[in-house]
């Protein structure tokens, strides 16, 4: 007879007197001890139900591996394999638990830098909360400087708000400012729903036989480079900002040359014009942003020097009410100005932006700003509240341009990797151009005004006819860089599309349009 639990024959034999099974008597107490049940049937069982069994003393037979050598050996070597065996799981469980503990030490650090960086931002928040309140109460004392700035023989009187510490204030973005911005949203997108393409605009056909039709000197020689191109397009006025500091203005149709803007003391990096008022904006990287009026005879004067940045201004954008503009520079901070007074709204920092802003650009509705970063990022802000809403990663390098089609819905971002399209609605990359080499980047980017076409800068110039996020973007035209600088610095769309203007590394700018038949290209 043999124990239930071991199936050897028991040395202390030992019977439950409700199933009737035999056991082995240190082993169903400790059975017992351990579960209070019968290990067979499972019914509730305790020590008083085992009845001991008394039985003659018994030598156990010798088992009959252990009755010849060889048996031994085939026993000993069950034994080795079994020790092996067990010893491979205890390395694999050795294993498993080093690997739990490096991710455990992984997750701590993370946790750890984390919390420093928390820490860090709490920091600095405090910091510049303490400073707003301290600034908050002005002092009757507190006066404003007129500073005066001689430009082209002019005088300019610069208003700059001294706080306590003779820190510039910043008035922040009042409620009245949101409203008009607000009524301008609502307006210019009740507009967008009723939009219909120009029948003016130039046909895919027109467009596909692109050539050089004008070239115009405008920049110094011996500083050549052309870094920014703007257009008013209900004067049909050409505007560039080029590398020896100069901004020139360029009336198409005739040719003529403007006028000529000096008193920047480094390159123009962006030029724009205000479209309702004889306004001009120019940006450069001496740190200051210039506001230029046109005076009754036809020459511009600078009405503003505004000196709110602390390294070079990289972009210069204006808002749809033709009011306010926005400055992008390198010292990673943004300023909201209002046009008329030439004072700093709002200057706006986001805390992990160490390399600066190198683009910049306004939704055409008015309350999205779009910001490129030195560091590959691409910033999408609230107007109203200066938040950080959206982030688009992906790009290498700097962030050179950005373009928002005024169907409202796309964006075009430019870097040394190429141009990447992004859907506003889904907040995500729908399509990427990989144009040139690593070592060629691409400089700019352009929607024309109706959203139809799409203009890319690099090496040459490639125009593409605008598709959906699921269907293709065709590439209409590719127009070649004759400058032979092997480097297309900026690119604008004329009026419906009817001419693009380019800027290269020499100091010819360019105008691209249909050629006609038997007219000869300028050279």
Not at 249 to 265: D, F, P, V, W, Y
Request: glycine share 6%; net charge negative.
């Amino acid at each position: 007879m043999n124990c239930s639990i071991s199936g050897e024959v028991p040395e202390e034999p030992v019977m439950s007197n409700k199933s009737g099974l035999l056991f082995e008597k240190r082993l169903i107490e400790r059975y017992i001890s351990d579960y209070g049940k019968c290990p067979v049937t499972g019914e509730p069982l305790t020590v008083d139900d085992i009845v001991p069994i008394k039985t003659s003393k018994i030598v156990k037979p010798r088992s009959l591996t252990a009755a010849s050598i060889p048996g031994m050996l085939g026993m000993f070597q069950n034994e080795w394999d079994a020790l092996m065996l067990s010893n491979f799981a205890l390395e694999q469980q050795l294993h498993t638990a080093r690997q739990e503990l490096s991710h455990a030490l992984y997750q701590h650090d993370a946790a750890c830098r984390v919390i420093a960086r928390l820490r860090r931002e709490r920091d600095e928040a405090r910091s510049i909360l303490a400073q707003a309140e301290r600034q908050l109460p002005f002092p009757a004392s507190t006066a404003t400087a007129n500073v005066s700035a001689l430009s082209n023989g002019n005088r300019v009187a610069e208003d700059e708000h001294l706080g306590p510490d003779a820190k510039r204030m910043r008035l922040g973005i009042s409620p009245s400012v949101i409203a008009e911005l607000s009524e301008c949203n609502t307006e210019l997108s009740q507009q967008r729903k009723k939009r219909q393409i120009s029948p003016t605009l130039v046909s895919v056909e027109d467009l596909e036989r692109y050539t050089q039709l004008h070239s115009h000197p405008l920049h110094k020689t011996t500083k050549a480079g052309i870094t920014s191109i703007d257009i008013n397009l209900s004067k049909d006025i050409i505007a560039t900002g080029g590398i020896d500091s100069n901004a020139v203005l360029l009336h198409r149709t005739s040719g003529q040359i403007l006028s000529t803007l000096s008193g920047h003391s480094k390159k123009v990096t962006s030029v724009k014009f205000v479209a309702q008022n004889d306004l001009f904006l120019s940006g450069s990287a001496d740190k200051t942003v210039r506001v230029w009026q046109e005076s009754e005879n036809g020459n511009y004067e600078c009405r503003h020097i505004l000196k709110d940045h602390t390294a070079g201004v990289q972009a210069v954008t204006v808002h749809a009410t033709n009011n306010y503009f926005v400055t992008a520079s390198l010292d990673s901070t943004w300023c909201f100005y209002d046009l008329s007074s030439g004072s700093c709204l709002a200057q706006v920092a986001h805390p992990s932006d160490s390399q600066g802003y190198s683009s910049a650009a306004f939704h055409p509705d008015g309350l999205i700003l779009g910001t490129g970063t030195s560091d590959a990022v691409v910033r999408i802000w609230d107007v109203k509240s200066q938040n950080n809403v959206a982030n688009f990663d992906g790009h290498t390098g700097a962030v050179t341009a950005i373009s928002f089609s005024e169907n409202g819905y796309f964006l075009a971002t430019a870097a040394h990797d190429g141009v990447k399209l992004w859907d506003l609605r889904k907040l995500k990359n729908f399509r990427s151009f990989e144009l040139y080499d690593s070592n060629t980047p691409t400089n700019s980017v352009d929607f024309d005004h109706s959203g139809c076409y799409l203009a890319i800068s690099g090496s040459d110039i490639r125009v593409y006819q605008v598709g959906t996020v699921k269907t293709e973007w065709n590439c209409l035209k590719t127009l070649p860089d004759l400058s032979g600088t092997g480097k297309v610095t900026s690119v604008k769309f004329g009026p419906d599309a009817k001419y693009l203007a380019v800027g290269s590394m020499d100091h010819n700018l360019r105008i691209f349009g249909p050629s006609e038949d038997g007219a000869p290209e300028e050279p």
